[in-house]
């Protein structure tokens, strides 16, 4: 069994951040669950392009208020408590925060912990420099 306190793993190798956001990642590669699990924060006024090309990724709104935009179809969706999200065709998309977010997220594949976004807003693939 896996037990991790979120409040604990701030300031460790478990927390990735910038300026705007912190993701604290729960589960990784190596626990060997066959998906990581993220806690991740975002701050109000922020915009963020992604394009998870070599992973699959579910988000679900703890709290906060903004929008996703598909960025092919261009449809956009309100994100606010309760609201959960698939992107379940790499779809490349801006992310709108209006008011501080917290997010629980999970990736397929699991991500390592060492990721980085590239320019074109994507993580490596696993078996791929990152």
């Not at 037990?3 to 190596?30: C, F, P, Q, Y």
């Not at 977010?101 to 990152?130: L, M, Q």
Request: hydrophobic share 35%.
């Amino acid at each position: 069994m896996i037990v991790r306190d979120e409040n604990k793993l701030h300031g460790t190798d478990r927390s990735v951040s910038d300026a705007e956001w912190t993701s604290i990642r729960m589960l990784l590669a190596d626990d060997q669950m066959g998906f990581s699990f993220h806690i991740t924060h975002i701050k109000a006024g922020s915009e963020h392009t992604f394009h998870y090309k070599n992973h699959f990724e579910s988000v679900y709104c703890i709290k906060g208020k903004g929008t996703i935009e598909d960025l092919a179809t261009g449809e956009v969706h309100e994100i606010t408590p309760g609201v959960m999200y698939a992107l379940d065709k790499h779809d490349k998309h801006t992310l709108r925060c209006e008011e501080d977010f917290a997010f629980a997220c999970c990736f397929n594949p699991p991500v390592t912990g060492k990721e980085v976004h590239r320019e074109d807003g994507s993580y490596a693939a696993p078996d791929e420099a990152a």
